[in-house]
């Protein structure tokens, strides 16, 4: 579900609250360039080790000698509500549509569809009258409900992230309307710091990694979620050092992933995203609780899980361009790096005209009336 990464996108790009990002995004380049963020220089850099046991099992696509594909996006494992919405729109939709051709089929039979009597002028404008109202349903769904359908339907199946050592780029792999496909240089890249915290500070979530338009000099602020759901603060911590590892060091300095992730939508896949939910109580050791709750959740899991798994197979497998598919390999060209020119401009807001007031006229005095 890209619920995030649109309201992201949308808060950047809208007409109606990109006029307050910009501003915002200029007071921030200001500042930054004025130095009142010294205080971020101590955060780790892609140069800096921050553990000992880098370890991204669970969240590797693909790994080989050039580059690592990691899942990424938030709210995966939420996928499904939005898919029972959609399939009753699609059966109400139908369902119109298939009734107003019934009806209209008066204008070439001549009579009137549930019954054997010949068709009266009523009987003509009835089958007028529910078309417009079927097209105007379908015109409303693909104006208004349709932005929330592709937040999990109709869309590409997944967000993506590769990182090229060769080529020391980082790629992004998102739907237009959460950004689109990026590329975005590694030394710019900033990570979530989350050293030094307590373990269960950071449980149920995702290693945060973001380009800021201070230092890439975009007019957008790239933001991604990456790898699984954390179990604590250590499972981000050792995915960044992973990551941070294979770019720097090679990927003979990481341990090889025990599994990689497969990309056909199984429907057991769908029902263990389900059972996620209790994960983190299962490792704090509440077993017998958790085989509990799962066996009185049991008709709510199976819903979430078929949503889930339906959701997907709504979808489309994301294919990269040729050049990012090509890159680092011997003779192949390096991807430019994107530019404010890939996306469309900001839109500007023209400043409201203040409307003149009439000018009263002056009140007449009691003499004057009297005349």
């Given at each position: ?11 950047q ?41 880098p ?34 729109i699609?059966y ?28 009266t ?6 089958g ?6 079927t ?11 349709h ?24 790629y ?7 950004g689109g496909?990026?590329?975005l ?11 030094g ?10 290693l ?8 890439t ?8 979620f ?5 179990d604590?603060?250590?499972d ?10 294979y ?44 085989a ?20 997907l197979l ?33 839109p ?8 003149s007031?009439?000018t ?12």
């Open positions: 579900m890209y619920l995030i990464e649109w309201m992201l996108w949308y808060t790009t809208s007409k109606s609250e990109s006029e307050d990002w910009q501003q915002r995004l200029e007071k921030h380049v200001a500042n930054a360039h004025a130095g009142k963020y010294k205080h971020e220089d101590n955060l780790p850099g892609v140069h800096d080790r921050v553990s000992e046991a370890c991204a099992d669970g969240s590797i696509y693909e790994f080989n000698e050039t580059y690592i594909e990691i899942r990424s996006g938030a709210m995966a494992e939420r996928r499904g509500v939005m898919t029972y919405a959609t399939l009753m699609i109400l939709l139908c369902g119109f549509a298939y009734t107003t051709a019934e009806i209209n089929t008066v204008w070439f039979t001549g009579v009137y569809y549930w019954g054997k009597d010949p068709a002028m009523g009987d003509y404008i009835f007028l009258v529910l078309a417009s109202m097209t105007g349903c379908f015109y409303l769904v693909f104006r208004y409900a932005i929330f359908i592709r937040l999990e339907n109709f869309v590409q199946r997944r967000l993506l992230i590769r990182f090229n050592r060769v080529t020391r780029q980082v992004l792999h998102r739907p237009r309307f959460a496909i990026a590329v240089d590694w030394e710019q890249v900033i990570a979530q710091s989350v050293v915290e307590e373990e269960s500070a950071n449980a149920g979530r995702q945060l990694l973001f380009w800021d338009p201070a230092i000099g975009l007019p957008h602020l790239h933001l991604v990456v790898g699984k759901t954390a604590g603060t250590s981000l911590v050792n995915l960044w050092e992973f990551i941070r590892r770019m720097e060091e090679g990927p003979q300095s990481v341990p090889v992933p025990k599994k990689l992730l497969g990309k056909v939508p199984w429907p057991w896949q769908s029902a263990m995203v389900s059972l996620n939910f209790f994960r983190p109580l299962w490792r704090a050791g509440l077993r017998w609780q958790v509990c709750w799962v066996a009185l959740a049991s008709p709510g899991l199976a819903v979430h899980a078929t949503g889930h798994w339906i959701s709504l979808c489309w497998e994301p294919r990269w361009p040729r050049i990012i598919r090509e890159a680092g390999l011997p003779g192949k060209p390096v991807p430019p790096l994107s530019t404010a020119a890939d996306w469309p401009p900001l500007t807001l023209e400043p409201t005209k203040k409307t007031r009439r009263r006229k002056p009140r007449k005095s009691q003499s004057e009336r009297e005349v």
